[in-house]
């Protein structure tokens, strides 16, 4: 059985009932005991809980120095290419988005990997939008073996494969695999993708199991709060994760709960997940999967990323660009524009092509960050908390 066939039989309406009904008394027990069950887990995502918060945090504070210890491990995403085949209604590479696009060359990424590596990296995400012309199989195994030269640690963030497909990439050097379902719920994940392969719900819910069938070390999955109720998206998140536990035991696990930004196409969040309510997400994750890795991105402002930290937090971006060529202008000259999937022939001194401020290319980019803080800064206040920047935490001759 799949996590599919499991997550049909979840009884979300059931739990998203304990959600709205715990009481102050269901709180302060599963708080005193730890939450074992989803039930539990959907008590402490109740208003109740929420008048418990510093409670919620200090145990999690507890819990993840228990099984952590005083480390964020810290990591870069580089894009690869902002091609598309999907449709994406909150994305800003969709297909029907009149963007710049471009993808890089291999030679391209080694330039963009190599300034990370000298900002100090030494684990790094590729990321690419889903467009098998630009984005091949073959292109993605050249990249990882380049980059693998020198990085140590490369997780990848692209459309999802069989595992026949994955295990080329994972023989390249490629260790972990992220995929967020980006929504839970099956009615709004149909109206969110509207063309492209990410039509396939199921697909795409499958595709955690296919990486560790390929021998992926590390899996990662999350949805993106600000299009389904935030409730039902971390009890289905909550859900998966356990049964990646149960079922894909020989790779780590990471979740990740990226909240909507701004991007092109100008997409309104459908829902909102608030501050406070985001910190108890995290602190209520943090006690019901207490070994599982928590990632915070750029996508959250520096105050609020300052004091999430402590609260769960095991893995961080910092200095992240999301367009291809961010760090370095690579690509810029094969950058072209597509509108509704069909390249644009721009004028050689049209202002698509004018300098921007503070950015080494014009591609455009996934989303914008919140957090633009160099690296070096960064690592400066997670020391500054009493904690340790991790810049590389594997190697491949551990498992040589």
Same mark, same amino acid.
């Given at each position: 059985?799949?996590?599919?066939?499991?997550?049909?039989?979840?009884?979300?309406?059931?739990?998203?009932?304990?959600?709205?009904?715990?009481?102050?008394?269901?709180?302060?027990?599963?708080?005193?005991?730890?939450?074992?069950?989803?039930?539990?887990?959907?008590?402490?995502?109740?208003?109740?809980?929420?008048?418990?918060?510093?409670?919620?945090?200090?145990?999690?504070?507890?819990?993840?120095?228990?099984?952590?210890?005083?480390?964020?491990?810290?990591?870069?995403?580089?894009?690869l290419s902002n091609e598309c085949v999907n449709n994406c209604a909150y994305c800003g590479f969709s297909r029907d988005n009149g963007i710049l696009r471009v993808t890089l060359s291999v030679d391209d990424v080694v330039r963009e990997a190599?300034?990370?590596?000298?900002?100090?990296?030494?684990?790094?995400?590729?990321?690419?939008?889903?467009?098998?012309?630009?984005?091949?199989?073959?292109?993605?195994?050249?990249?990882?073996?380049?980059?693998?030269?020198?990085?140590?640690?490369?997780?990848?963030?692209?459309?999802?494969?069989?595992?026949?497909?994955?295990?080329?990439?994972?023989?390249?050097?490629?260790?972990?695999?992220?995929?967020?379902?980006?929504?839970?719920?099956?009615?709004?994940?149909?109206?969110?993708?509207?063309?492209?392969?990410?039509?396939?719900?199921?697909?795409?819910?499958?595709?955690?199991?296919?990486?560790?069938?390929? /021998?992926?070390?590390?899996?990662?999955?999350?949805?993106?709060?600000?299009?389904?109720?935030?409730?039902?998206?971390?009890?289905?998140?909550?859900?998966?994760?356990?049964?990646?536990?149960?079922?894909?035991?020989?790779?780590?696990?990471?979740?990740?709960?990226?909240?909507?930004?701004?991007?092109?196409?100008?997409?309104?969040?459908?829902?909102?997940?608030?501050?406070?309510?985001?910190?108890?997400?995290?602190?209520?994750?943090?006690?019901?999967?207490?070994?599982?890795?928590?990632?915070?991105?750029?996508?959250?402002?520096?105050?609020?990323?300052?004091?999430?930290?402590?609260?769960?937090?095991?893995?961080?971006?910092?200095?992240?660009?999301?367009?291809?060529?961010?760090?370095?202008?690579?690509?810029?000259?094969?950058?072209?524009?597509?509108?509704?999937?069909?390249?644009?022939?721009?004028?050689?001194?049209?202002?698509?092509?004018?300098?921007?401020?503070?950015?080494?290319?014009?591609?455009?980019?996934?989303?914008?960050?919140?957090?633009?803080?160099?690296?070096?800064?960064?690592?400066?206040?997670?020391?500054?908390? /009493?904690?340790?920047?991790?810049?590389?935490?594997?190697?491949?001759?551990?498992?040589?």
């Amino acid at each position: 059985m799949s996590f599919v066939a499991a997550f049909n039989a979840l009884p979300i309406p059931d739990l998203l009932r304990r959600a709205a009904e715990a009481d102050a008394s269901d709180v302060r027990r599963i708080l005193a005991s730890g939450p074992r069950t989803l039930p539990d887990f959907a008590a402490l995502l109740s208003p109740a809980a929420a008048g418990h918060l510093e409670t919620l945090c200090l145990k999690a504070q507890t819990v993840t120095q228990q099984r952590f210890g005083k480390v964020i491990r810290l990591f870069a995403p580089l894009y690869l290419s902002n091609e598309c085949v999907n449709n994406c209604a909150y994305c800003g590479f969709s297909r029907d988005n009149g963007i710049l696009r471009v993808t890089l060359s291999v030679d391209d990424v080694v330039r963009e990997a190599r300034a990370l590596c000298d900002q100090g990296f030494r684990n790094i995400l590729l990321v690419a939008g889903e467009h098998p012309k630009f984005v091949s199989n073959g292109y993605l195994r050249e990249c990882i073996e380049a980059v693998h030269a020198f990085v140590p640690s490369i997780s990848l963030e692209v459309g999802p494969m069989e595992t026949a497909d994955y295990v080329p990439l994972v023989h390249a050097g490629a260790d972990g695999l992220v995929v967020y379902q980006e929504t839970y719920d099956r009615e709004i994940y149909a109206r969110m993708h509207t063309a492209g392969p990410k039509r396939n719900f199921d697909w795409r819910l499958e595709c955690p199991e296919r990486a560790a069938a390929a /021998g992926f070390r590390r899996l990662g999955i999350g949805a993106l709060h600000g299009l389904a109720d935030w409730r039902l998206e971390a009890l289905a998140t909550a859900a998966h994760a356990q049964y990646l536990l149960k079922h894909c035991w020989k790779s780590m696990l990471t979740l990740s709960i990226p909240r909507l930004r701004p991007c092109a196409g100008e997409f309104q969040p459908l829902t909102q997940l608030g501050d406070r309510e985001f910190v108890q997400l995290i602190a209520a994750f943090r006690l019901l999967l207490p070994d599982v890795g928590i990632v915070l991105s750029t996508r959250e402002p520096a105050a609020l990323r300052n004091g999430l930290l402590p609260l769960g937090v095991t893995h961080a971006s910092a200095g992240s660009h999301t367009e291809p060529g961010g760090y370095t202008g690579a690509g810029r000259d094969s950058i072209h524009q597509t509108v509704r999937g069909r390249i644009v022939e721009l004028a050689a001194h049209s202002s698509e092509w004018a300098p921007i401020e503070g950015r080494a290319t014009n591609a455009t980019g996934q989303f914008d960050i919140a957090d633009d803080r160099a690296p070096s800064e960064f690592a400066d206040l997670i020391r500054s908390l /009493g904690y340790e920047p991790v810049w590389k935490d594997w190697d491949s001759a551990l498992s040589a």
